[in-house]
């Protein structure tokens, strides 16, 4: 919300303060006002949260394609060993039985990645899911709390039964995004 929407708003609450019929719209705006502001902290965080896990879930593959690389080319070096006519077979049979240990230490450990790769691609997903609902909370209360407002130019109360309708749902919404 912008500043002079907000202060629009105040000057609007404050008019509608003298009269007595409309205190209550008043009120029900400025809780809406502190509704919007903290959803949209809340979005915004939640925004930020989806993009550092995704680095870290891009680091993680970069990872896991580096300790791939590695065994293929370990793989192979083995493999030359093997057909290549060597004078120390002695010394190439103790290469090729160390690279036998690496691969197998490397297979685990590129297991391992992949799987906390994921893992964090889970994560990901469930911060924009997040992120998603609380954005549509914070519109949902936007509208709820311009349509509010227009009670205090029409003192017609349904504008206001309409705007906590939206509100409601975005409240609804923000909840649900709380519970992922």
Known sequence: MEANEAQELQEHAEHAGHEKSLRSVALTMTILAV???VVTVLGHRTHTEAILKQDQAT?????YQAQKIRSYNTTLTADLMKVLPLTDKAAAQKLTDDYAKHQAKWTDETNKEFDEAKALEKDVEQAEDRAKRFDLGEVLL???LVVTSITLLTRNRIYWYVGLGFSVAGIVAVVLGLLL
């Open 59 to 63: 680091d993680k593959w970069g990872e």
């Open 35 to 37: 509704l919007v502001a």
């Open 142 to 144: 936007e509208i709820g």
